[in-house]
């Protein structure tokens, strides 16, 4: 209810019901409730609860608290593919299906790639250097990408990197809430599992875990969820690192129903809060939500880092 009155525009109660129940596409208000407020809305609930999941996921598979779709470069190689698409100049690719589909294909390889790795190196420290450089990498590759772009579409991706929740049309609404609900429903669906793996593979192996079968489940998952975000709303920080590590300090349970369950919901708390704070300096100065992510994001994985070597 605060995040849909703190726009500039006031906008009664009434008017958002007749904007979903009975819509007149000449009231200016209703046109504002419609295609701009709760779309808004919706993405921040969904996109903090998305990543709060899938951080909480790969902290689990891989064994690291300080494992997210971020750090690793999941988020990378969605922006890989994205900025493919959207310099690409071909008509498809550049269409929402194209940018919505290269993003999950992206997350999806780059997941995998991580994968690999994580069955090559023998460290988490290690595994965390392999996804920052991956990150590295493909920074260079979409930078130099940028240099061979013109204005148009260097203008279109700028924008889009710097995270924003107000790219999404109230059409589009119903499409991403059902993927999103796949993803979400997906994660409970291998609670059990999950939790054995908090033992470690080699025991959830002998407990009957099908650990490769887990594995590719917890990558298809991370793949729908966060290149469904980053396709819609930029990469978005932090949240899959610190929300996790959070929810596993004020719970102090490995109960898995309980960890997703509060992820989601301190995930959609979060980034709503965020996105308030957005609205309310909106008449200063226009703050992305990617920026603010990592402005309160960042110092609180510094304090889980510290806290884990203390």
Same mark, same amino acid.
């Given at each position: 209810?605060?995040?849909?009155?703190?726009?500039?525009?006031?906008?009664?109660?009434?008017?958002?019901?007749?904007?979903?129940?009975?819509?007149?596409?000449?009231?200016?208000?209703?046109?504002?409730?419609?295609?701009?407020?709760?779309?808004?809305?919706?993405?921040?609930?969904?996109?903090?609860?998305?990543?709060?999941?899938?951080?909480?996921?790969?902290?689990?598979?891989?064994?690291?608290?300080?494992?997210?779709?971020?750090?690793?470069?999941?988020?990378?190689?969605?922006?890989?593919?994205?900025?493919?698409?959207?310099?690409?100049?071909?008509?498809?690719?550049?269409?929402?299906?194209?940018? &919505? =589909?290269?993003? *999950?294909? %992206?997350?999806? !390889?780059?997941?995998? @790639?991580?994968? $690999?790795? /994580?069955? +090559?190196?023998?460290?988490? &420290? =290690?595994?965390? *250097?392999? %996804?920052?450089? !991956?990150?590295?990498? @493909?920074?260079? $590759?979409? /930078?130099? +990408?940028?240099?061979?772009?013109? =204005?148009?579409? *260097?203008?279109?991706?700028? !924008?889009?990197?710097?995270?924003?929740?107000?790219?999404?049309?109230?059409?589009?609404?119903?499409?991403?809430?059902?993927?999103?609900?796949?993803?979400?429903?997906?994660?409970?669906?291998?609670?059990?599992?999950?939790?054995?793996?908090?033992?470690?593979?080699?025991?959830?192996?002998?407990?009957?875990?099908?650990?490769?079968?887990?594995?590719?489940?917890?990558?298809?998952?991370?793949?729908?969820?966060?290149?469904?975000?980053?396709?819609?709303?930029?990469?978005?920080?932090?949240?899959?690192?610190?929300?996790?590590?959070?929810?596993?300090?004020?719970?102090?349970?490995?109960?898995?129903?309980?960890?997703?369950?509060?992820?989601?919901?301190?995930?959609?708390?979060?980034?709503?809060?965020?996105?308030?704070?957005?609205?309310?300096?909106?008449?200063?100065?226009?703050?992305?939500?990617?920026?603010?992510?990592?402005?309160?994001?960042?110092?609180?994985?510094?304090?889980?880092?510290?806290?884990?070597?203390?």
């Amino acid at each position: 209810m605060i995040h849909l009155s703190v726009g500039q525009i006031p906008i009664s109660f009434q008017e958002y019901w007749q904007s979903i129940f009975n819509f007149d596409e000449h009231a200016a208000n209703e046109i504002i409730a419609r295609e701009i407020r709760f779309p808004r809305l919706y993405m921040s609930l969904i996109a903090g609860a998305s990543l709060s999941v899938v951080g909480l996921l790969m902290q689990t598979l891989f064994n690291n608290p300080l494992a997210g779709p971020y750090v690793l470069g999941i988020n990378s190689g969605s922006s890989l593919f994205v900025a493919l698409s959207i310099m690409t100049g071909i008509p498809f690719l550049t269409s929402d299906l194209g940018i &919505i =589909a290269n993003s *999950l294909l %992206g997350a999806f !390889l780059f997941g995998l @790639v991580i994968l $690999f790795f /994580s069955r +090559i190196v023998r460290t988490q &420290i =290690a595994l965390l *250097l392999v %996804g920052l450089m !991956l990150g590295s990498f @493909v920074s260079a $590759f979409v /930078s130099f +990408i940028q240099s061979a772009s013109n =204005a148009q579409e *260097l203008k279109v991706f700028t !924008l889009w990197a710097l995270g924003s929740l107000q790219k999404v049309e109230y059409t589009q609404l119903p499409l991403i809430i059902l993927i999103t609900a796949i993803g979400i429903v997906g994660s409970f669906l291998i609670i059990k599992p999950l939790n054995i793996l908090v033992l470690g593979e080699k025991e959830a192996k002998l407990l009957g875990v099908n650990i490769k079968q887990v594995r590719l489940v917890i990558i298809i998952i991370t793949a729908i969820l966060t290149g469904l975000v980053t396709a819609f709303c930029g990469p978005i920080a932090f949240v899959g690192l610190a929300v996790p590590n959070l929810v596993r300090i004020l719970f102090k349970t490995q109960q898995h129903f309980i960890l997703i369950a509060a992820s989601i919901m301190m995930g959609a708390l979060f980034i709503l809060v965020c996105d308030i704070f957005i609205q309310l300096v909106e008449p200063y100065f226009m703050l992305p939500i990617n920026v603010l992510t990592s402005i309160i994001g960042a110092p609180m994985v510094i304090f889980f880092v510290l806290k884990r070597l203390k």
